[in-house]
Every structure is written in C-alpha cells, then in structure tokens.
C-alpha cells in the first residue's frame, strides 16, 4: 500500500498587528483572512497584537521602559517576526494614533529588511490611498520590506463583520500570491506517494 510523505516546512512566524481599538472589527477581519490565505500556501506560527487589548496601558507608556511586561512581550514579538502583518482603520485619512505609538517603541533597527504587509480599512474608496501616503512611509522610515501588494477594504467590502466583496477576496488573494514566494522555507509542500 502506497505511503504519503510530507516535507516539512519552517513554520514563518508572522505577527499581525490589529491596530483597531474595537471589537469586533473589520480589521480584525481583515487581518484573519489575509492569514487564511497566507495559510493555504505556507506553513504560518501566527500571533495577532490586538490594539484593542492594550491600547489603555500602552498609551500611558512615554517610553518602553515605563511598558508593562504584556505589552513589552507584544513588542519583542512583532521584532522577532518573520513577517509582519500591519493593519489599521482609517481614522481621518490616517491610522490610529495608538497604531503609530506602538510602532514608535519597536527598536528603532528591529525591523530593518522585515517584510511588511500592509493592510487598511476605511468607512469608503476615498482613503485607499492611506496604505501609499501613511502605513508605507513609516515603514519606510523604519527600514522595512513593505509588500508590493496591501489590500485596502472599505465598508461597502464587508457584509457586517465578514468578507463580503469578491472583489475584496481577490486582493487578498493577490497579497497573498505575491508574498508566498520570499518565504520558500516556510512553503506547503504536496503530498508525494512512496512506493
């Protein structure tokens, strides 16, 4: 009878940073579905930073050393991904102020050649350019690999707090596509038969 082997693959660790204060949310959303699908091509050690947990304390930190050991915990994370998955709402026409105060307390080398995917939500079309104008210069600046492809959804993209639009399942698609390839240890291998 013939054997199944499968090659294992280097699980990526991949920390997604929920930058929305709410739950439930359509980031949220949007972030375990861009995971969903990273999943069916790579092998994923997945943890989620909601901002909604720790939003209170970590604005009350001016500095990292005034951080409790939970959120400092959440930052050593996000600095020791393989890849980063940051998404946020739409704020007027920018991210959170708590998102960027998060980010403002990773190392400032920690993310250096990281690989970054970009992700946003907003109330309409009209700030699908905050992934261009915001999330990419910071992490511009922060000296990381932002993904070609993000994936921006808006109000319209959702049927209350689940992924309605095709055309939303096929960015994330296309994100997820794009990004599969700079992770090839961590690559879902088939199925092959043994004799």
Known sequence: MPNSEKSVAKPLKVVAVNGS???PSRTRVLVEALLAEL???LVLETHVVDLAEIARPLGAALSRDELPAEIEAQIVAIEAADLIIAAAPVYRGSFPGHFKHLFD???MDALIDKPVLLAATGGSDRHALVLEH??????????ALSLPIGVYA?????NGYEVGSPALRERIRLAA??????FADAARQPLRRVA
């Open 21 to 23: 204060a709410y739950q």
């Open 39 to 41: 999943s069916q091509s």
């Open 105 to 107: 307390l990773v190392g």
């Open 134 to 143: 915001q999330f990419r210069p910071l992490f511009g600046f922060l000296q």
């Open 154 to 158: 808006s109000t319209a993209d959702f």
């Open 177 to 182: 596509e794009r990004a599969a390839p700079l």
